[in-house]
Structure formats: structure tokens, C-alpha cells
């Protein structure tokens, strides 16, 4: 693996790491902190929808970004020759 290929796999497994980690700021600060009182408007299993996210969403959302990532990643290994096969 050439020094450049490996630099450029690097700098794209960042890019995916800062987008997936802004995502998840942007879900469990902005949505359980900031945008709280606007999303207690609503009710979502008769709490509001500020508060579940708070305490279950970010959670949720972290879980599912995990998967995301993986995802990605996977896509990234084959792109690179870093699959093993």
C-alpha cells in the first residue's frame, strides 16, 4: 500500500468520523438541550419529544450511527484494498 493511498484512506475515515460525530452533537446537545423547549411540543409516547430525546434518542441515534459507520467503513476498506480479500 502506497504512502498516498494510505494518506487519502485516512483523511476519508476522518471526514466520516467528524460528519458521524456532528450528527450525533447535533442530536443529543441540540435536540435534548437546545431545541428543547420547540420539540416539547410535541409528545412522542406521551412525553415530549424534547425530553425523550435527552434521555432514549441520543442513545438510539449513537446506536444506529454506529452501524452507519461500520457501513461506511466497510465501503472504505474494499475502495482502499484494506478488505482482506
Known amino acids: 500500500m502506497s504512502k498516498s493511498k494510505a494518506k487519502a484512506y485516512w483523511k476519508e475515515n476522518l471526514k ?10 447535533l442530536v443529543s446537545y ?6 428543547k423547549d420547540a ?3 410535541i ?4 412525553f415530549k419529544l424534547g425530553f425523550w430525546f435527552a434521555q432514549q434518542g ?7 450511527l454506529i452501524f452507519v459507520y461500520v457501513r461506511l467503513m ?8 484494506y478488505d482482506g480479500e
Open 74 to 81: 466497510n465501503k472504505l476498506d474494499k475502495k482502499y484494498g
Open 58 to 64: 441520543s442513545i438510539y441515534v449513537f446506536v444506529i
Open 16 to 25: 466520516y468520523l467528524f460528519i458521524l460525530l456532528a450528527i450525533w452533537f
Open 30 to 35: 441540540g435536540a435534548g438541550i437546545l431545541f
Open 39 to 41: 420539540l416539547n411540543e
Open 43 to 46: 409528545r412522542l409516547g406521551g
